[in-house]
Nanobody
């Protein structure tokens, strides 16, 4: 199983970026997908998480600016980031809570990380 993220880059304050992450492999069911981020010198933190058939949660710092969405058919999660601030600068990691068929197990999977830099 692999999570492949893309879409990071350099943007000015107030700008927008869209991150994408596709899960591939022997996936039986996606329980949840989302995004975490880690800024230099800080711990990894939750940005947004979408639980299949249930709730979506956002970090307070991004609520109203970021929107998470999913394409269930493609096992893909997106993060639309608007009105970006300098403090949004971080490496963003895609996350998946997946049930796989080979082996038949439920595990957390992480993408490779994509850097978002917001310049002032």
């Amino acid at each position: 199983v692999q999570l492949q993220a893309s879409g990071g880059g350099l943007v000015q304050v107030g700008g927008s970026l869209r991150l994408s992450c596709a899960a591939s492999g022997t996936i039986f069911r996606v329980n949840a997908m989302g995004w975490y981020r880690q800024a230099p010198g800080r711990q990894r933190e939750l940005v947004a998480l979408d639980t299949t058939g249930s709730s979506t949660i956002y970090a307070g710092s991004v609520k109203g600016r970021f929107t998470i969405s999913r394409d269930y058919a493609k096992n893909t999660v997106y993060l639309q980031m608007n009105n970006l601030k300098a403090e949004d600068t971080a490496v963003y990691y895609c996350f998946g809570d997946l049930l796989t068929t080979t082996p038949y197990t439920r595990e957390d999977y992480w993408g490779q990380g994509t850097l978002v830099t917001v310049s002032s």
